[in-house]
Structures are given as structure tokens and as C-alpha cells.
């Protein structure tokens, strides 16, 4: 078990543009969450996956904001054309669900994005 | 909708002392319950957890009772150490999996 992983941890970008972030989620993990965290708040949700099925995203996600996790396996989350409300900690977490057994989220360190 | 309100902070105690974190939520149905931890320049960790109410969710000296008549799921630990100075999260999972989060508490210990 290596744990979720999340690449890059530091982002600085100027306004207006675009930006990719990688998580890979612990091996087995069947259920893949994105959420975000501004500075002296809890974590906001933002969308989840099970398997390679995007299955909820929040009001918070834009049409500037798109997720895959094209084989169920790794994910990515887009931002484009980014703003200065973007700026946060983009955090991933993966969980295992089997039947009735749902197991907790399992969070990464984050990716933290500056918009200059 | 699901919320969680969660005592503001910072908490600051000395080694030792009582803690007392009190956190209420709001939720359809019967979500289950965590408390998550960040410790200083480290990801979110899952301190303890309770599914059904009654449960209570123990681990490293810290206990949390699922209180579904009061919607409540007060943080405890009887004597703090310097090493438990961290932010800690109250949260509810919908049954989508879906996590809520508190705003967190800051918890700071003295020696």
C-alpha cells in the first residue's frame, strides 16, 4: 500500500491559464474523489468516480473544470482558463467499495495551485 | 442538504489537559461519522470513525460517541500530548460515499 498519490504538490500559474493535475489512488481502490480546500476551510467535494464512471460533480465544478479517469486507474483534473478563485489545495482521496462495505477515504497530500 | 458545524478554534491547552471538540451535523438517513486529522505540512489522516448510532469510534487515546437523538459527535481525549497539535475534521458521509467536512478546529498543545 503506497498510498494516494498526487502530482505536482506545487502549481504557479499565471491567470488565464491552463492546468492539469494527476492522482493515482491506492491499487485497489474501485472509488476516486476530487476535492478542494481553501485556507481555514474543511474540504469541499468536488466529483467522484467509480471505476472509469464519473458518477456526481458538485455545483462547484465549472465548465472550466473537467475530471477523468479514463481506465479507471489513475485521474486527472483540468482546469482551464484559470482564475484567481482558483487558487487552493486540490485534494484526491480513493476508497474501496465491495457490496454493502464501504470502506473510508484514503486522502493524498494535495496539489496546491497559486494563480498569479 | 447535509451540513457539519464544528466549535471554532484555536483550541489551546496545556500537556495533559481535557479535550472537548464539539461537533453537530445535519443529514437524511443515517450517515456514517468521522473525525480526520492534518497535522502540521501532512495530508488528512482518518483519526476514527462510527457507522451507526451508539458507535463509539476509538483510536490513539481519542473517543467520539454517535449521538443520533442530539446529531452530535463530540471529539474527546482525556490528557493531550504536544504531538496531538493538528487541525481536526469533523465529517458525515452521504451514502454516496460523498464526504462533508467541517470548517476544522486548530488544536494547539503547550508544554
Known amino acids: 500500500d503506497t498510498g494516494v498519490s498526487q502530482n505536482p504538490r506545487h502549481k504557479i500559474t499565471k491567470r488565464g491559464q491552463n492546468v492539469t493535475f494527476r492522482c493515482d489512488p491506492i491499487s485497489e481502490h474501485n472509488r476516486l474523489y476530487w476535492y478542494r480546500q481553501t485556507l481555514g476551510q474543511g474540504p469541499e467535494f468536488l466529483t467522484y468516480f467509480q471505476n472509469e464512471a464519473q458518477l456526481e460533480k458538485s455545483r462547484l465544478l465549472s465548465d472550466r473544470f473537467s475530471a477523468e479517469r479514463p481506465k479507471g486507474s489513475f485521474s486527472t483534473l483540468e482546469i482551464q482558463r484559470t482564475e484567481q478563485g482558483d487558487s487552493a489545495m486540490y485534494l484526491c482521496?480513493?476508497?474501496?467499495?465491495?457490496?454493502?462495505?464501504?470502506?473510508?477515504?484514503?486522502f493524498g497530500d494535495g496539489t496546491r495551485l497559486s494563480i498569479l | 442538504g447535509n451540513s457539519v458545524t464544528q466549535m471554532e478554534g484555536p483550541v489551546t491547552l496545556s500537556e495533559e489537559a481535557f479535550l472537548t471538540i464539539n461537533c453537530t451535523y445535519t443529514?437524511?438517513?443515517?450517515?456514517?461519522l468521522f473525525w480526520y486529522v492534518q497535522y502540521p505540512g501532512e495530508g488528512l489522516q482518518l483519526l476514527l470513525k462510527?457507522?451507526?448510532?451508539?458507535d463509539k469510534g476509538s483510536n490513539k487515546g481519542f473517543e467520539a460517541t454517535y449521538r443520533k437523538e442530539t446529531t452530535s459527535f463530540h471529539l474527546e481525549k482525556g490528557s493531550v500530548q504536544v504531538s496531538d497539535s493538528a487541525v481536526y475534521f469533523c465529517v458525515v458521509r452521504r451514502n454516496t460515499g460523498k464526504l462533508i467536512f467541517g470548517q476544522g478546529t486548530t488544536l494547539q498543545v503547550k508544554p
Open positions: 462510527a457507522t451507526k448510532a451508539d
Open positions: 443529514a437524511t438517513g443515517y450517515p456514517s
Open positions: 482521496a480513493s476508497s474501496l467499495i465491495r457490496g454493502e462495505s464501504n470502506q473510508p477515504q484514503h
